[in-house]
């Protein structure tokens, strides 16, 4: 192939990050999407399990704090950069080929409608190697076979590092299971998420001439 | 060629293969779904390859049966949604109230929780007598619950509670007796309800109708299914007939959009426009 080096970028980075966090998740979102940076390009898919009952009120908190678009998927919608995703309370959310959402309310999967593994698992087919799957604080074991599946279809993923999160759970479990490519705090996290809008979202199989390959080099 | 676009090949023969030896049209329905049931089966039956399982598919019925018991998974609740139950009592109740008889159809009823709860509601509003309910779905297995109407006696809090938040005027233990580890809803629930099997990809229309529910199955399907299966259910409904679909589904985007208001978004129902 031979196109231009600006779109081979494009063509071959990061197309969408996949999200899972339970209980501890409110504040650590809000943390998470203050720092996204301004035009940040890929699309933020969130499952999260506990949902505040008030939930519109949510969004417009979100909303105000976050330089991206923070919204509740609709069935069928299509995936847009610009934008963070929610999963509707009590449905589960997957990804199709096409780039668009499904919902679905089969039954709890690892005793959670929604549930990040089954987020995980479609979109890791959808994306292959350019997927990052984050897992953050929960007291669930939601998430480790999502992650597994991403790390095996050679995408990226990432967990909080459960000395910081709120809940250690659902990250130390998804470390144990060997699923996790890597382990940061939440500034960790953040600092990740600007660099990779910053170097235009390679991913690891894109190498950027004179350029570190800043994805096996970011602190821990 | 990538693993994932060989497996994609495999999915698409498996279900042709499975439309041309039994009928039943699966090509339509939303893909990611239906390719993980299709992988967890693989992973069930011992299966390595997804194309392994097209031959048994053809030859071995029982095992067909199985492969369909997973493609429907019927998954429900009495009063799902509370809010839409207080809407249908306000909004649509006076609506259904102007016809001398009532027709109603449930499609993809399930194991029929929600066709009973519209009974309680329609009771509770002096309605039931002139109603009549046709309960439909393509799982035999889940219409014979349905039939019954006896269900485990664990459900009776969540049914209660929901029951109160749909606006219920009496007491929920009114309309069933516990026995054992079940609740058996009262045969007086069922007089007005057939439970009939109708399959919404293959069969046609149902006959004219004043008021449709169809929640939680148009999510199973891509655009191109649940377009034709709305228009199925504009064809069915009389001018001033009313739709009501899950609340996370919408006409926003389909064809027969224009032919319909809305009487409330958030619950799902709108009404076909007269001409
Ligand atoms: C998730 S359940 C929804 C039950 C109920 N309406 C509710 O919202 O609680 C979906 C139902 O749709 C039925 N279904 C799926 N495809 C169908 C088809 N082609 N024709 C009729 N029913 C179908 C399934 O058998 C299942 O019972």
């Known amino acids: ?220 | 060629m990538k693993a994932i676009d060989i497996e994609n090949i495999e999915i698409t023969l498996l279900l042709d293969a499975i439309f041309n030896r039994y009928g039943y049209d699966f090509r339509h329905y939303a893909r990611a779904s239906i390719e993980r049931r299709i992988r967890q089966l693989k992973g069930k039956s011992g299966c390595t390859t997804i194309s392994e399982m097209i031959p048994k598919l053809l030859h071995d019925e029982s095992f067909f049966q199985k492969f369909v018991r997973e493609f429907s998974i019927p998954v429900t609740d009495m009063f799902r949604d509370p809010f839409v139950y207080q809407c249908i009592r306000k909004q649509v109740v006076p609506i259904l109230k102007t016809h001398p008889f009532v027709k109603i159809w449930h499609a993809g009823c399930a194991t029929g929780e929600e066709a009973y709860s519209l009974s309680i509601l329609l009771k509770e509003e002096n309605l039931y007598d002139r109603s009549t309910l046709f309960a439909t779905d393509f799982n035999d297995t889940a219409l014979d619950i349905a039939k019954k109407g006896i269900y485990a006696l664990t459900n009776a809090k969540t049914f209660t509670a929901n029951y109160q938040a749909a606006g219920g005027i009496s007491s929920f233990s009114e309309y069933y007796h516990a026995r054992y580890e079940a609740m058996a809803l009262n045969n007086a629930l069922k007089k007005n309800i057939t439970f009939a099997n109708h399959n919404l990809v293959t069969d046609s229309v149902f006959g004219e109708m004043h008021f449709i529910l169809c929640r939680n199955v148009l999510i199973y399907f891509d655009k191109i299914l649940q377009d034709r299966v709305l228009k199925l259910f504009s064809d069915s409904l009389v001018h001033g007939g009313i739709l009501c679909l899950g609340t996370r589904e919408s006409l926003k985007f389909s064809t027969i959009a224009e032919k319909f208001s809305i009487i409330d978004e958030t619950a799902r129902l709108y009404q076909k426009k007269a001409v």
């Open chain 1, 1 to 220: 192939m031979h196109s231009k080096q600006g779109h081979d970028m494009k063509k071959n980075g990061y197309k969408a990050i996949v999200m899972g966090v339970s209980a501890g998740g409110l504040a650590a979102l809000s943390r998470l999407f203050s720092d996204l940076p301004e035009g940040f390009a890929l699309p933020l898919i969130v499952v999260q399990h506990v949902h505040p009952t008030a939930d519109r009120q949510i969004f417009d908190y979100f909303n105000s704090n976050c330089p991206l678009t923070v919204k509740e998927v609709e069935d069928k919608e299509k995936i847009l950069a610009g934008y963070v995703y929610f999963a509707p309370p009590d449905y589960h959310l997957l990804v199709e080929r096409d780039k668009t959402f499904s919902l679905s309310i089969d039954p709890r999967v690892t005793y959670s409608r929604p549930a990040i593994d089954v987020l995980f698992e479609s979109a890791a087919y959808v994306w292959s190697s350019r997927l990052i799957g984050i897992l953050l604080t929960g007291a669930s074991s939601d998430g480790s076979r999502g992650m597994q599946l991403i790390k095996a279809h050679g995408g990226l993923t990432i967990a909080q590092d459960p000395a910081t999160a709120e809940y250690p759970v659902m990250p130390q479990s998804a470390i144990d299971a060997n699923a996790a490519d890597k382990i940061l705090s939440l500034d960790g996290i953040g600092k990740f998420l600007k660099t990779l809008s910053k170097t235009g979202y390679p991913d690891r199989q894109t190498k950027i001439q004179g350029q570190a390959d800043f994805i096996s080099d970011v602190e821990t």
